[in-house]
């Protein structure tokens, strides 16, 4: 009995869409150019006119949103599409769905009246996050800035005090958390995907002692091991976006349905790949991978970056491991 992993009809749709227009719209280039503060207003504006903002309430599944979300991850793309369709998914108002209005999610609950480093916080005019025992929607003026950081993402803190919508308990935040987990770790299979390419294609035009650098066995042992685990992120990650609410969780059986427990697994392993793809990839180009002009150091200071913004890899190893195994 064969299985198809591929693509549905639908989200082959997607793939094409979102394929070209980040093509056309974002190379690497422009990430550049929107460095330190990592967001680009008018590519955001183009990207509203294909409806993305608003895909994860007008019909599409988790998986479509994935889908887009890879192809944002290969283009690197200075946009806050993965924390606005988490944010919209749990506040389904207008003008987020229109993309007039950006919104993101805080993921720490709020401290003495402030969320801290907030994933596009400088830019998004609506935070969803805890504030005591409720989950909120605030409405407030993005302060344009932030802490300059090695991903040149738009972190910031951001104020509760705003204009406040109750959206359920705090613990209503567990699927809006996991769901930006998958959103992210679509976002970091692209670029372990991107820097893949990046790698191979440098290794066959780069010459040395008169042949490609592809030809030493060194460079593709290096490489060749990259295709299998960016692949198990990629499958892992749309089970993670399949699953739906609490389900079989039984390690002894590798039965592991459980939609919290698949997102962080999703999150961890596309993670590792990503940080692994991106080294892997800058050390095939020696010293000038180093160099701000290759487009690899972009890809490899995101990888790290993205997958930081949430807390040290270690701590969500544990999490995972609590709901795995039971807390200690």
């Not at 070209?20 to 990592?38: N, T």
């Not at 990629?234 to 976006?241: D, E, M, P, S, V």
């Amino acid at each position: 009995m064969s299985v198809d992993l591929g693509l549905s009809p639908d989200q082959q749709a997607v793939e094409e869409l979102f394929a070209g227009f980040f093509a056309k719209e974002a190379p690497p280039s422009v990430a550049r150019a929107a460095e330190p503060l990592g967001f680009d207003p008018n590519l955001w504006a183009r990207l509203a006119t294909t409806g993305a903002p608003g895909m994860g309430v007008e019909g599409a599944t988790l998986g479509d949103l994935v889908v887009a979300t890879e192809r944002l991850g290969r283009a690197i793309a200075p946009v806050p599409l993965v924390e606005h369709l988490a944010a919209s998914r749990a506040h389904p108002v207008p003008d987020l769905c229109d993309g007039s209005t950006i919104a993101t999610i805080s993921l720490r609950p709020a401290v003495a009246g402030m969320w801290r480093l907030v994933p596009a916080g400088a830019v998004a005019d609506v935070i969803v996050g805890v504030d005591g025992d409720e989950l909120v929607a605030v409405r407030s003026e993005p302060p344009g800035t932030g802490p300059r950081n090695h991903a040149s993402a738009p972190l910031a803190d951001r104020s509760t005090v705003g204009d406040r919508t109750v959206l359920g308990p705090a613990s209503a935040f567990e699927v809006v958390r996991a769901e930006w987990q998958v959103l992210t770790a679509g976002a970091l299979v692209g670029i372990s995907a991107a820097a893949l390419d990046l790698g191979v294609e440098y290794a066959k035009s780069r010459i040395q002692f008169g042949v490609p650098i592809g030809s030493f066995q060194a460079v593709q042992h290096a490489l060749a091991e990259l295709p299998g685990m960016i692949d198990g992120a990629r499958l892992l990650t749309h089970k993670a976006a399949w699953a739906d609410g609490p389900a079989a969780l039984d390690i002894g059986d590798n039965a592991v349905e459980d939609q919290l427990a698949l997102a962080s697994m999703a999150f961890v392993f596309a993670s590792d790949v990503a940080a692994l793809a991106t080294d892997r990839s800058l050390h095939v180009h020696g010293g000038y991978g180093f160099s701000e002009e290759y487009d690899i150091q972009l890809y490899y200071r995101r990888a790290r970056g993205w997958s930081l913004v949430l807390d040290d890899p270690a701590a969500e190893c544990r999490r995972l491991a609590d709901r795995l195994f039971g807390a200690v």
